[in-house]
């Protein structure tokens, strides 16, 4: 009758400890998805050619992981050539990307002139979208875009534009036309255009870069890589990617240092 009994206490105390251990093992895992999520940035960008001409996200990631951070930047995005955020809205597919996954920021990208001739417009649909990034829990980031090369007197409109709407909604701005402005004004042999006047060189979309990994990423980018590889003027495809430039030294510092600067002080 001993023997019996001790068995029954070994048998419930195993069984015990069994359940105990399963229940330890469930929240281990959930920490561990949280974890990984935890070490990602994932970012969405909405916009136009301005976005993937020489493929602005991907450029973004590979400044990120040049830096060596420890949390990796993963983009995607969906953009139509000459697309308003008002087309993007009434299309649908940024609005169902944007609800179907897991976003730490949505960039939103006005088509190039309309901040400066229609800002009720662009104010209307970057609240729609505003709206329908909180709800995901994710944060708005407005890409503040440059100033048309022979126009450079509507920078201060664009800014103007983008900042308004930016304090309005409580959202980030990634500065990058005013970094443009500023760097030309430092160093104009840098060429930020390509040959249309309007859409960004290699040199213009690594500025853009630079602007976006210090917003994401709240640090500096002085020390990043100078190497500029990105995709064809199109839109970009995997396996297609190519070195459009290698910054000189001093031209990487003058471009890091400004960018921080202005980063910074927005």
């Not at 916009?47 to 990120?64: M, R």
């Not at 990307?97 to 800002?119: C, F, G, H």
């Not at 994710?138 to 900042?163: C, K």
Request: hydrophobic share 40%; aromatic share 10%; with cysteine.
């Amino acid at each position: 009758m001993m023997i019996s009994t001790k068995i029954v206490y070994v048998c419930l105390f195993l069984f015990l400890m069994i359940a105990l251990f399963r229940l330890i093992d469930k929240p281990t895992e959930a920490n561990s998805f949280q974890a990984t999520e935890q070490q990602t940035i994932r970012v969405l960008f909405i916009g136009n050619s301005y976005t993937y001409v020489n493929d602005l996200p991907w450029l973004t990631q590979e400044l990120a992981e040049s830096a060596k951070e420890t949390r990796t930047l993963e983009t995607e995005m969906v953009v139509v050539g000459g697309a308003s955020l008002k087309s993007h809205w009434r299309h649908g597919e940024a609005l169902k990307l944007l609800k179907a996954k897991r976003w730490d920021y949505v960039v939103l990208q006005e088509q190039s002139t309309l901040p400066i001739t229609n800002p009720k417009e662009m104010y209307k649909y970057a609240s729609l979208f505003d709206a329908e990034i909180k709800r995901v829990n994710s944060q708005t980031v407005f890409y503040l875009t440059w100033a048309r090369q022979n126009q450079p007197e509507t920078q201060q409109i664009l800014t103007n534009s983008y900042m308004r709407i930016a304090r309005e909604l409580k959202a980030k701005v990634a500065p990058v036309g005013i970094a443009w402005q500023k760097i030309q004004e430092a160093n104009l042999k840098l060429n930020l255009y390509s040959s249309d006047k309007s859409h960004p060189s290699p040199i213009g979309s690594y500025v853009a870069a630079c602007v976006f990994y210090s917003t994401f990423y709240d640090g500096s980018p002085v020390g990043l890589s100078r190497r500029i590889y990105s995709s064809q003027f199109s839109t970009p495809q995997e396996g297609t990617r190519i070195e459009l430039e290698n910054l000189s030294e001093t031209d990487a510092e003058i471009i890091q240092k400004l960018v921080e600067y202005i980063v910074r002080k927005i």
